[in-house]
């Protein structure tokens, strides 16, 4: 069975910084593309940034250059730090996955294949 745990998640005032994590089980994980995406009620959910199998990355302009995405193929983890977090990174923020090959960066919601939960980031002003 395939799971994905997201946790990390959390309160912060606009500034701040948090780093989520992605835990995976029952896949090789380093056969898979780790993408994150974010969803305020409402709102379609939006990719954030996604790593590809061989490191490649992805960032959604909004985070560019305030969120890093990593993966260690040692703990089957992937990571997204936020830092200077705005009050419109308010989300639920959701990891992703899909297996695939070395050079694709898979960065639509549709290319992914297993999920997990999400985790709330909220960010005050």
């Known amino acids: 069975e395939v799971q994905l745990q997201a946790s990390g998640g959390g309160a912060v005032q606009a500034g701040g910084a948090l780093r989520l994590s992605c835990t995976a089980s029952?896949?090789?994980?380093?056969?898979?593309?780790i993408g994150w995406f974010r969803q305020v009620p409402g709102k379609e959910r939006e990719v954030v940034s996604c790593?590809?199998?061989?490191?490649?990355?992805y960032y959604a302009d909004s985070v560019k250059g305030r969120f890093t995405i990593s993966s260690d193929i040692t703990t089957d983890t992937a990571y997204l730090q936020m830092n200077s977090l705005k009050p419109e990174d308010t989300a639920v923020y959701s990891c992703?996955?899909?297996?695939?090959?070395?050079?694709?960066?898979?960065?639509?919601?549709?290319?992914?294949?297993?999920w997990g939960q999400g985790t709330q980031v909220t960010v005050s002003s």
């Open positions: 992703a996955a899909v297996e695939t090959i070395m050079t694709v960066t898979p960065t639509a919601e549709s290319d992914y294949v297993y």
């Open positions: 029952g896949i090789t994980f380093d056969d898979y593309a």
């Open positions: 790593i590809s199998t061989s490191g490649e990355t």
